[in-house]
């Protein structure tokens, strides 16, 4: 048995009837991370003796394992979400060296179930883009095929997952960067809804997008990890009051009768055509399971790119303006004066992907041009919201590609940045919107990288998403593939 391939729950199951210990466990994962990590470079840095010593306190009965489903597993956190103690780089040079002095509310959350955090992941710098290769620290490479990127920007997450260098880890989604790397490599990742999870101690890209979400190697797991973060946070003032159902119970519920929709805009030329037809496969499956197929259009689809990076950049740009060399982060050394500090700081400090958003995004907000970009921007994403809100009064959820491509080469779209931003065309979306979606695998390509099947319910319907997708990969056998990843 490779402790290293099981999923959350089978891992706890095991810990629970004592026939693993938590060293054991925690101590399989650390070997794996440093036998595979230094080709993939998934981790920006990792806890070894922290994490076996929490390990030791539940293999002495100190701690329970019945406490939580998470009691006892190694989880990793994507390396933008504060942990107390802890470097917290954002992958940047601007917070090289920082250590968060407290926990971000999901931290804390994971701490109070149990969960022994194993390390930080990779990411885009400030989780800005589309493949992890913006990382100031280093190009995080896919399990399933290392010439190839695993997606962005939670990539190192994604791929820390699919090579089993962690039992579940966080990431976050901005434009799709949970579920477009989970599709590129082949497990599950869940943006929940635009308030279902705390922002509170996560660094900040763009505060009216952002949110945390699982990224795990099964549906079950999902409903786990998002089980134990979701819920109202007053310290998060875009935290919304409402109860959360229990997402484990929702699984096993048929798709008998559901109505899913399937949108024009979603099936394009310039599709990769396995990828459309590993999807429509997928959609085939759902229809045997029950479920009835339903034509919805959501006509602003291709303004989606447009709006979001006009909204996304111009948030940025105020977000990061905090980041000038004075109070934390990365100060340069030879300013000549004041101003000259805070231009060499910054310029030194960010990467190029970075300072493109900062400036499309001042350019966006300054005088004269806010109405004709910002503003109208924020016009075509209320247009996407109602398209969204139009097309649920039809179907119950929607299906379809996370991207139009599977997992691309490393070094291909990096001169090339409008070709990199349409591969989240089909995941912008969803997120303007602010509803649910889950990648789950679906397929392969001739070449062996993985596809995902994307699924998107109304707000606050994470148990509708989790319960399609749970059925959909029961009946199928893609999750269970793993990459062969050698040290």
Same mark, same amino acid.
């Given at each position: 048995?490779?402790?290293?391939?099981?999923?959350?729950?089978?891992?706890?199951?095991?810990?629970?009837?004592?026939?693993?210990?938590?060293?054991?466990?925690?101590?399989?994962?650390?070997?794996?991370?440093?036998?595979?990590?230094?080709?993939?470079?998934?981790?920006?840095?990792?806890?070894?003796?922290?994490?076996?010593?929490?390990?030791?306190?539940?293999? #002495?009965?100190?701690?329970?394992?019945?406490?939580?489903?998470?009691?006892?597993?190694?989880?990793?956190?994507?390396?933008?979400?504060?942990? @107390?103690?802890?470097?917290?780089?954002?992958?940047?040079?601007?917070?090289?060296?920082?250590?968060?002095?407290?926990?971000?509310?999901?931290?804390?959350?994971?701490?109070?179930?149990?969960?022994?955090?194993?390390?930080?992941?990779?990411?885009?710098?400030?989780?800005?883009?589309?493949?992890?290769?913006?990382?100031?620290?280093?190009?995080?490479?896919?399990?399933?095929?290392?010439?190839?990127?695993?997606?962005?920007?939670?990539?190192?997450?994604?791929?820390?997952?699919?090579?089993?260098?962690?039992?579940?880890?966080?990431?976050?989604?901005?434009?799709?960067?949970?579920?477009?790397?989970?599709?590129?490599?082949?497990?599950?990742?869940?943006?929940?809804?635009?308030?279902?999870?705390?922002?509170?101690?996560?660094?900040?890209?763009? #505060? #009216?997008?952002? @949110?945390?979400?699982?990224?795990?190697?099964?549906?079950?797991?999902?409903?786990?990890?998002?089980?134990?973060?979701?819920?109202?946070?007053?310290?998060?003032?875009?935290?919304?009051?409402?109860?959360?159902?229990?997402?484990?119970?929702?699984?096993?519920?048929?798709?008998?009768?559901?109505?899913?929709?399937?949108?024009?805009?979603?099936?394009?030329?310039?599709?990769?055509?396995?990828?459309?037809?590993?999807?429509?496969?997928?959609?085939?499956?759902?229809?045997?399971?029950?479920?009835?197929?339903?034509?919805? #259009?959501?006509?602003?689809?291709?303004?989606?790119?447009?709006?979001?990076?006009?909204?996304?950049?111009?948030?940025?740009?105020?977000?990061?303006?905090?980041?000038?060399?004075?109070?934390?982060?990365?100060?340069?050394?030879?300013?000549?004066?004041?101003?000259?500090?805070?231009?060499?700081?910054?310029?030194?400090?960010?990467?190029?992907?970075?300072?493109?958003?900062?400036?499309?995004?001042?350019?966006?907000?300054?005088?004269?041009?806010?109405?004709?970009?910002?503003?109208?921007?924020?016009?075509?994403?209320?247009?996407?919201?109602?398209?969204?809100?139009?097309?649920?009064?039809?179907?119950?959820?929607?299906?379809?590609?996370?991207?139009?491509?599977?997992?691309?080469?490393?070094?291909?779209?990096?001169?090339?940045?409008?070709?990199?931003?349409?591969?989240?065309?089909?995941?912008?979306?969803?997120?303007?919107?602010?509803?649910?979606?889950?990648?789950?695998?679906?397929?392969?390509?001739?070449?062996?990288?993985?596809?995902?099947?994307?699924?998107?319910?109304?707000?606050? @319907?994470?148990?509708?998403?989790?319960?399609?997708?749970?059925?959909?990969?029961?009946?199928?056998?893609?999750?269970?593939?793993?990459?062969?990843?050698?040290?």
């Amino acid at each position: 048995m490779e402790i290293h391939s099981l999923p959350i729950h089978r891992i706890h199951d095991l810990l629970e009837s004592r026939q693993i210990g938590a060293v054991e466990t925690v101590s399989a994962f650390l070997e794996r991370i440093s036998a595979i990590d230094p080709g993939l470079n998934a981790y920006i840095s990792t806890f070894g003796e922290k994490a076996i010593e929490e390990a030791k306190l539940f293999d #002495s009965g100190a701690r329970d394992y019945s406490a939580s489903p998470l009691a006892g597993t190694p989880i990793a956190i994507k390396d933008v979400i504060c942990m @107390q103690g802890t470097l917290t780089t954002c992958a940047s040079r601007m917070l090289q060296g920082f250590v968060s002095p407290y926990d971000a509310t999901v931290t804390e959350k994971l701490r109070r179930a149990g969960a022994i955090f194993i390390g930080k992941t990779n990411l885009d710098e400030f989780a800005m883009g589309s493949s992890t290769e913006n990382s100031a620290f280093a190009k995080t490479r896919n399990p399933w095929d290392i010439e190839r990127v695993p997606g962005g920007s939670s990539g190192g997450s994604a791929a820390a997952v699919a090579a089993g260098l962690c039992a579940g880890s966080l990431g976050t989604d901005t434009g799709g960067s949970i579920r477009q790397p989970s599709s590129f490599c082949g497990v599950v990742g869940l943006k929940p809804t635009y308030g279902r999870v705390s922002r509170f101690g996560l660094v900040a890209f763009a #505060s #009216s997008l952002d @949110q945390i979400g699982p990224i795990t190697r099964d549906v079950e797991d999902a409903a786990i990890l998002l089980q134990a973060v979701a819920g109202f946070d007053p310290a998060d003032s875009t935290s919304v009051d409402l109860p959360v159902p229990d997402y484990r119970a929702a699984l096993n519920q048929s798709l008998q009768g559901l109505r899913l929709g399937i949108p024009r805009e979603y099936f394009i030329e310039g599709t990769h055509p396995e990828v459309e037809t590993a999807v429509r496969n997928a959609i085939d499956t759902c229809r045997r399971l029950g479920a009835r197929i339903v034509d919805i #259009s959501l006509p602003h689809t291709e303004y989606g790119i447009a709006a979001y990076y006009i909204i996304a950049p111009a948030e940025a740009s105020s977000n990061l303006a905090r980041y000038d060399g004075v109070k934390y982060g990365h100060r340069a050394q030879n300013g000549a004066d004041l101003l000259d500090m805070y231009r060499k700081s910054r310029s030194e400090g960010f990467g190029w992907e970075v300072k493109r958003r900062i400036m499309i995004g001042t350019y966006v907000l300054s005088a004269g041009y806010y109405d004709a970009y910002y503003r109208k921007a924020s016009q075509v994403r209320t247009l996407i919201r109602r398209d969204f809100l139009e097309a649920f009064e039809k179907c119950d959820a929607i299906l379809a590609p996370v991207s139009p491509i599977p997992a691309f080469k490393i070094g291909e779209k990096s001169d090339d940045p409008l070709q990199m931003y349409l591969s989240d065309v089909f995941t912008l979306p969803a997120s303007l919107a602010g509803i649910p979606g889950i990648s789950v695998p679906c397929g392969f390509t001739s070449e062996n990288l993985p596809i995902g099947l994307q699924i998107l319910g109304p707000h606050f @319907q994470e148990e509708l998403v989790l319960r399609i997708a749970h059925q959909f990969e029961q009946n199928t056998a893609f999750h269970l593939r793993s990459p062969e990843v050698k040290g």
